[in-house]
T-cell receptor, first 113, second 111 residues
Framework: EAAVTQSPRSKVAVTGGKVTLSCHQTNNHDYMYWYRQDTGHGLRLIHYSYVADSTEKGDIPDGYKASRPSQENFSLILELASLSQTAVYFC????????????FGEGSKLTVL | TQRLEQSPRFLSIQEGQDFTARCSSSTTFPQLYWYRQVPREGPVILVTLVKSGEVKEQRRMTAKFGEARKNSSLFIARAQPGDAGIYFCTRASSSFSKLVFGQGTSLSVVP
């Protein structure tokens, strides 16, 4: 049974529209992350959180917001989607600081037209 | 900088051949991790390296951590089609709060 689940798995959005990607984990982990994957760039960290009701900026936070309403849930929000945000987004969780072993979801493919 | 360099970026080999992915950085790694990603799935951890010069063997896979903690290699013997995917090396950031990913080595194995 998947411990990190993402929804939607695929979405097509229009430029300027709002997009929310959701992530739910049953690992009882404190840390959760949102990564973006583009061809040739590996995975880049957008936002992360180590406690409910608090989020931290990652390496590429511009154009994204994050929300951690509970330990289990972590959302990524694109208020005004742009073409350049077309990518595959991965959510992950880890047990604690150190971030060594991340457990990833299956990804959400976002296409902005 | 905590940038990770991986080589080769792309590789196609015949089934049964050996495969080596390499990872390096200009700064030392506190710890190093190798992940593998297959299409339409998230990366999955393969191995964690902590000590200088550490070598870990798991079935056909051997992972090595350099003595200077600035490089690592991942060796797979007798590759099978199921070994195909993107192999990422990653390291913790200096604050230990997040992982930094290399760009990956994309491996295809031809039957």
């Amino acid at each position: 049974e998947a411990a990190v689940t993402q929804s939607p798995r695929s979405k097509v959005a229009v430029t300027g529209g709002k997009v929310t990607l959701s992530c739910h984990q049953t690992n009882n982990h404190d840390y959760m992350y949102w990564y973006r994957q583009d061809t040739g760039h590996g995975l880049r960290l957008i936002h992360y959180s180590y406690v409910a009701d608090s989020t931290e900026k990652g390496d590429i936070p511009d154009g994204y917001k994050a929300s951690r309403p509970s330990q289990e849930n972590f959302s990524l929000i694109l208020e005004l989607a742009s073409l350049s945000q077309t990518a595959v987004y991965f959510c992950a969780s880890s047990e604690g600081q150190g971030a060594g072993q991340l457990y990833f979801g299956e990804g959400s493919k976002l296409t902005v037209l | 900088t905590q940038r990770l360099e991986q080589s080769p970026r792309f590789l196609s080999i015949q089934e049964g051949q050996d495969f080596t992915a390499r990872c390096s950085s200009s700064t030392t790694f506190p710890q190093l991790y190798w992940y593998r990603q297959v299409p339409r799935e998230g990366p999955v951890i393969l191995v964690t390296l902590v000590k200088s010069g550490e070598v870990k063997e798991q079935r056909r896979m051997t992972a090595k951590f350099g003595e200077a903690r600035k490089n690592s290699s991942l060796f797979i013997a007798r590759a099978q089609p199921g070994d195909a995917g993107i192999y990422f090396c990653t390291r913790a950031s200096s604050s230990f709060s997040k992982l930094v990913f290399g760009q990956g080595t994309s491996l295809s194995v031809v039957p």
